[in-house]
């Protein structure tokens, strides 16, 4: 079964950090652009951060310099790191992956988007 999964999520306190995880299974990401989205209560969903094959990394301004994007093409899956959390941040986060570009954080797809995680809940509260 071709999918991506993330995991990771969680309730952390602001100001804590959280690694989320997806992991594709069933295909190799090695040649897509994998993206981060997020969707808050009563809110769009907007593109977080994105990684292109080559590893270039890209951040939407709300979270430069506190997120960061990585890859391990050994492990076929792309990380997460998100440290100085804010309640703000609270959304369910979203791995995407696509043959597209990398724009100001957001992958854009190609066409439609090749794949879709499910989610993971992050909650920053005290």
């Known amino acids: 079964q071709l999918q991506l999964v993330e995991s990771g999520g969680g309730l952390v306190q602001p100001g804590g950090s959280l690694r989320l995880s997806c992991a594709a299974s069933?295909?190799?990401?090695?040649?897509?652009?994998i993206g981060w989205f997020r969707q808050a209560p009563g809110k769009e969903r907007e593109g977080v951060s994105c990684?292109?094959?080559?590893?270039?990394?890209n951040y939407a301004g709300s979270v430069k310099g506190r997120f960061t994007i990585a890859r391990d093409n050994a492990k076929n899956t792309v990380y997460l790191q998100m440290n100085s959390l804010k309640p703000e941040d609270t959304a369910v986060y979203y791995c995407?992956?696509?043959?597209?570009?990398?724009?100001?954080?957001?992958?854009?797809?190609?066409?439609?988007?090749?794949?879709w995680g499910k989610g993971t809940l992050v909650t920053v509260s005290s």
């Open positions: 990684i292109t094959s080559g590893g270039t990394t």
């Open positions: 995407a992956a696509d043959l597209g570009s990398c724009w100001n954080g957001i992958l854009v797809p190609k066409y439609g988007m090749d794949y």
């Open positions: 069933g295909f190799t990401l090695d040649y897509y652009v």
